[in-house]
């Protein structure tokens, strides 16, 4: 139980933290430019793909319950489009599908 709230708490944070850079920009206060200069000096990463990267590690746990459906999933991740979010699933995980990677994880 203490294991889905976790997963349950850290997908509603990826969601609710921002769904694009200006967003982000904004909340901190920086240009979008600025921001994503300094963001990738220090992780490597733009802030999206860092972003995407942390809601592929949530849905891999999430996909592991099978009370939910992908389309549930990519919603708690923030993905206002199911399809876009097989796509960077599938970008993430060396072209498996979110439903490939289910059956394997059982």
């Known amino acids: ?56 590690r949530c849905a891999k746990n999430l996909l592991e319950r099978p009370e939910l459906s992908v389309h549930e999933i990519s919603e708690m991740l923030g993905f206002s489009n199911p399809n876009y979010f097989c796509c960077v699933f599938q970008r993430h995980c060396n072209g498996i599908s979110p439903l490939a990677y289910r059956k394997g994880a059982r």
Do not use: C
């Open 1 to 56: 139980v203490r294991v889905r709230q976790k997963t349950e708490g850290k997908a509603r944070y990826a969601k609710a933290i921002v769904s694009n850079e200006e967003e982000l920009a904004d909340l901190v206060h920086l240009s979008t430019r600025y921001m994503n200069k300094i963001f990738k000096k220090e992780t490597g990463e733009s802030p999206i793909r860092y972003l995407n990267h942390y809601r592929i």
